[in-house]
């Protein structure tokens, strides 16, 4: 792909690269020839349409799904992600759009889960000090952690896979959808800590729904589109350009209702 | 501002205390409603088994006075060691939601085993008993790899088991059918007579009352330590106190007849270690995951197979042990060994004790609770003369009662937001 030509030269190290990552189930190409370059202290917002296969490319890099074809590539090493453990410990976290929870466990035990402290006689009180920490960085409003998770909201549930992704000081984070259930302030909160994040120098891979936030925290935009590369975009580029890259088209539905829009306040005055 | 802080400075946020809207349970009257409200949103607990036997108690003892003489409980006790260490198994299968229908096979495959290698071919009993149990794990593991492997529902995969391990246990037994183990052998013994010394049994009862104070002491100076919430010195207490007065006055009045069997001994034992690796372990965390949300432990990066695997083997060993016992506790291995009724009374004791059919939710402890029921209707109804097939009836009334309890209560927490 040359798509990658419209992007500065960033001086940063690269940490994941991805190359021809092609994925089917059955008959279905879900990916086809993705390329994907994510720098250390970078944001890239991964958009696309339903169906694009953004959440398909997630998996895939969380090691819960196998690609079919090509090369990923970890900090300069090609590397293999056959199961989410193998991801976990290459430093790769990932915050799936259904959060991956266990409903019946409380919520120290979830952040925690296949990382207690202690194996043999589990430290309760060092890990429920360690998540009110995590839980407290993120301005969460957890009303108790030795609750259930079922008995948590939506945004709740949220920030505790949120919590958890970051327990592990993961050099890369993917965040699937991490605002679509979130409050006002919560999203404000979950932004700021993207940026706070990248800061710390690691690699954050978002899709998003929402392009006001995309815009807010990307460094690039890159676009999915029935599971092929459809361009790559700075932040600064104007929705116009954007949605015709999702929609794959100049003349899409979002266009007419804008021109219409356009139109008809040309006409009122 | 200064008054703000004259204000703040003598209470110190606690980290977990930090959000009003939640009501926290203070002190004794506290805890007593907050035990309420947690019965009323379905979080049961032990609270039905509790209450069932305390009605089969009385109904039993109105209908037959010996039914609650020390005698009776004595050998009660006896009678439940051998089915309840194979129900424990069973507890950790149902804890992934799954089930494991060959447990009385097995126990009787490992009876026979025992008789043969031991009485026949002259094999040392210890060496017996470990060969037994070994096997028990390789037929355990053989579930596993067809789950994992061939995504086998366990449910069929045991139903051939239990067919397949029963085909075994025959051919082991022969033409004889049946194999006599010595009398005077200790493991017999260990089966039918060895009970505590008294002195032993009241020691066991107040070590399990320091234990649990010195665990609720530590484990609240910790937090209290660490800025969190902890529970109070006078509820430690109380709680220890109780409990001690409670196992000590059982001890006392079973100590007036025979005493406590040492088989019990061991299978309360084993209750406790089963109980302690699955609250107090990683493999016990994992266990629960599994059991509520398979996939989700698999993204957090637990080894489901291995989880699996463990599972099925611990299962199909204590079944293989408590095959081992119950040939103990009839002196035989016979053909009859582990068929009829054990499958369904270990199943049966684990879903009555409180683990859900459904996963994800039990404790060890049911295996214990669960069990008790279980042989108390069988020896209520044995006293009162009745034929086993009113006991079959019964038992399955039991059993049906016990599961809507269960789906009912697991309806209600979905609703309290406490599935």
């Known amino acids: 792909m040359t798509g990658t030509s419209q992007e500065p030269a960033p001086a940063r190290e690269l940490v994941l690269s991805l190359r021809g990552i092609s994925k089917q189930f059955g008959a279905v190409s879900a990916l086809t020839d993705i390329d994907l370059d994510v720098h250390a202290g970078e944001v890239v917002a991964l958009v696309g349409d339903n169906g694009a296969g953004k959440s398909t490319l997630v998996k895939v890099l969380a090691g819960v799904h196998q690609p079919t074809s090509g090369t990923i590539t970890f900090k300069g090493e090609p590397v293999t992600l056959s199961d989410p453990a193998t991801a976990l410990s290459l430093g790769i976290a990932t915050v799936f759009q259904d959060l991956a929870l266990c409903e019946n466990l409380d919520v120290v035990a979830n952040i925690f889960l296949g990382k207690e402290l202690s194996p043999m006689r589990l430290d309760e009180v060092s890990m429920e000090i360690k998540a009110w920490k995590l839980l407290n960085e993120l301005s969460a409003r957890i009303p108790s952690v030795r609750e259930p998770i079922a008995s948590l909201s939506g945004g709740q549930r949220q920030t505790v896979a949120i919590a958890r992704s970051l327990l592990l000081d993961p050099k890369l984070i993917m965040l699937d959808e991490p605002t679509a259930a979130l409050g006002v302030a919560q999203t404000a909160e979950v932004l700021d800590l993207i940026e706070r994040v990248r800061e710390r120098g690691l690699g954050v891979i978002m899709i998003s729904h929402n392009m006001e936030d995309v815009r807010a925290v990307a460094d690039r935009i890159v676009v999915l589109r029935l599971g092929k590369n459809n361009g790559i975009f700075l932040p600064d580029a104007s929705n116009q350009e954007l949605v015709s890259a999702i929609t794959g088209a100049e003349n899409n539905s979002v266009s007419r209702r804008a021109s219409r829009r356009a139109q008809a306040q040309e006409s009122q005055p | ?419």
């Open chain 2, 1 to 419: 501002m200064t008054d703000k802080v004259t204000q703040n400075a003598p209470q110190p946020q606690l980290l977990d205390r930090a959000d009003v809207r939640v009501k926290h349970a203070e002190g004794l009257g506290g805890t007593i409603s907050a035990f309420f409200d947690r019965v009323r949103s379905g979080d049961l607990g032990s609270l039905p088994v509790i209450v069932g036997l305390a009605i089969i108690w009385t109904v039993f003892q109105s209908l037959n006075p010996v039914f609650l003489s020390a005698n009776n409980l004595v050998n009660l006790l006896f009678d439940c060691s051998t089915v309840g260490v194979i129900a424990l198994g069973i507890v950790c299968i149902l804890m992934l939601g799954e089930i494991d229908l060959s447990v009385g096979s097995v126990s009787g495959f490992a009876s026979a085993l025992v008789g043969v290698l031991w009485v026949n071919q002259g094999w040392p009993v210890g060496f017996a008993i470990v060969t037994a149990m070994a096997a028990g794990a390789v037929i355990g593991s053989v579930y596993a790899l067809l789950l994992n492997r061939f995504g086998m529902p366990s449910f069929v995969s045991t139903l051939a088991g239990l067919l397949a391990v029963l085909g075994l246990q025959l051919y082991l037994l022969g033409s004889t059918g049946s194999i006599n183990l010595p009398y005077e052998s200790p493991l017999v013994n260990f089966g039918q007579l060895m009970v505590m010394p008294a002195w032993v049994s009241y020691g066991l009862a107040a070590i399990a009352g320091i234990g649990i104070f010195w665990t609720g002491y530590r484990e609240a100076t910790r937090r209290r330590e660490a800025g969190l919430s902890a529970q109070s010195m006078a509820g430690i207490v109380a709680r220890a106190v109780v409990i001690v007065v409670v196992l000590e006055a059982i001890v006392f009045y079973l100590n007036s007849s025979r005493g406590i069997p040492w088989m019990f001994g061991l299978f309360v034992g084993l209750v406790v270690a089963m109980n302690y690796a699955l609250k107090r372990t990683q493999w016990g965390r994992s266990m629960h995951a599994v059991g509520g949300n398979r996939e989700a432990a698999r993204r957090a990066g637990i080894n489901v197979r291995y989880i699996y695997t463990t599972a099925f083997m611990l299962c199909s060993t204590l079944a293989a042990t408590g095959g081992i016992l119950a040939a103990a506790r009839l002196a035989s291995s016979s053909q009859q060994a582990g068929t009829g009724d054990v499958n369904l009374n270990a199943i049966a004791a684990a879903v009555i004790g409180g683990t859900s059919l459904f996963g994800g939710r039990g404790s060890a402890y049911s295996a214990l609770l669960g069990i008790i029921v279980i042989q108390s209707i069988a020896s209520g109804l044995t006293l009162l003369d009745l034929s086993s097939s009113l006991r079959y009836m019964i038992t399955g009334a039991v059993l049906a009662i016990a599961v809507i309890v269960d789906s009912l209560a697991r309806r209600s927490r979905v609703s309290h937001g406490r599935a």
